[in-house]
């Protein structure tokens, strides 16, 4: 009886550690913009917010914006489930969190300075196949052409919002 019991726990204590595990949650550009919009550090928000990311349901007419098959690349809050959602939009288009990671665990300024440390608590790092999920994905039929053929190093000096303060 106890032995049965200790087993439920356990099996209790597992769950919650693998339920516990994924709960980063995205929580909006917003959220980024209190610490990440100082002009002395290269205001992150203000460079994204200028973006064609940022803006990117834009290019949705109508019903599209409502089309699954759109928001998989054009929003980061429509490519992610619901359950995800604590305070990102999918007004807010391609955000911080697509390239950065769901930021509810590593939003805090303790854990931000500690890259391992953010690095644990849901924060990714991007790289070249971070955009090649969206930009060399399976675009639907009639989808209009890139301007420009893929090009990892031209492509993300335009994006680019270096803090100057880092490295
Ligand atoms: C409470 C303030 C705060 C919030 C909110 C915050 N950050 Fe940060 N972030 C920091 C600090 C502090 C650093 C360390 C570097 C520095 O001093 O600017 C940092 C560093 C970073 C880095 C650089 C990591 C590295 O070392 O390469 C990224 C990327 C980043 N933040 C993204 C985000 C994103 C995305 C969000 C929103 C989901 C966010 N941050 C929210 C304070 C914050
Ligand atoms: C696999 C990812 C992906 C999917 C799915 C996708 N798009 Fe796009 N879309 C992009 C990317 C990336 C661009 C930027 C140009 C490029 O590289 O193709 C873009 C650009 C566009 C543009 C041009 C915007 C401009 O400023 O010129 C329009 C319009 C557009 N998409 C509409 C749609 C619609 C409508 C759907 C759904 C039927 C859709 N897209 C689905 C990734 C996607
Ligand atoms: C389309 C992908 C993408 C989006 C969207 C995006 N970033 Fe980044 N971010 C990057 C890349 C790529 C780097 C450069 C990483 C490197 O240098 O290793 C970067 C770097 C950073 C850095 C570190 C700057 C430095 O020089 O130390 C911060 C802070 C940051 N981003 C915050 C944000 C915030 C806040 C948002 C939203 C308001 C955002 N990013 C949106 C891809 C993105
Ligand atoms: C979640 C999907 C997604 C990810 C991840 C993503 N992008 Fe994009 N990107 C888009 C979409 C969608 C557009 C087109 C937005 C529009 O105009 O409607 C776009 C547009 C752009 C543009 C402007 C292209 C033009 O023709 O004006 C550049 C540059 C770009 N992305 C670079 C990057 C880089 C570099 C990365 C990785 C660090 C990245 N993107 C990651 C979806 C994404």
Same mark, same amino acid.
């Given at each position: 009886?106890?032995?049965? /019991? ?11 550690? %693998? ?7 995205? @929580?909006? *550009? ?5 610490? !990440?919009?100082? =002009? ?8 994204? *917010?200028?973006?064609?990311h940022?803006n990117a349901m834009?290019s949705?007419?109508?019903?599209? &914006?409502?089309? =699954? ?5 054009h929003?980061?809050?429509?490519? %992610? #489930? ?11 288009g391609v955000?911080?969190?697509?390239? !950065?990671? =769901? ?5 805090? &300024?303790? @854990? ?6 953010? /690095? ?8 070249? *196949?971070?955009?090649?999920?969206? +930009? /060399? ?5 009639? +989808? ?17 919002? #270096? #803090?100057?303060?880092?490295?």
């Amino acid at each position: 009886m106890v032995k049965k /019991l200790l087993l439920l726990m356990g099996l209790a204590l597992f769950i919650s550690s %693998v339920s516990f595990a994924q709960t980063y949650k995205y @929580i909006g *550009a917003a959220k980024c913009k209190m610490c !990440h919009n100082k =002009p002395e550090k290269g205001e992150q928000f203000n460079q994204w *917010a200028a973006s064609k990311h940022a803006n990117a349901m834009k290019s949705l007419k109508g019903d599209e &914006a409502n089309d =699954p098959t759109c928001l998989k690349c054009h929003s980061t809050a429509g490519s %992610v #489930d619901k359950s995800l959602l604590a305070g990102l939009t999918v007004q807010d288009g391609v955000s911080c969190e697509s390239c !950065h990671g =769901p930021g509810s665990m590593y939003k805090t &300024a303790a @854990i931000m300075k500690n890259k391992e440390m953010a /690095l644990s608590k849901g924060m990714t790092e991007p790289n070249e *196949a971070t955009c090649k999920a969206c +930009h /060399l994905g399976e675009k639907p039929a009639g +989808h209009v052409a890139a301007k420009k053929p893929w090009n990892y190093a031209e492509f993300v000096k335009v994006i680019a919002h #270096d #803090d100057p303060t880092t490295k």
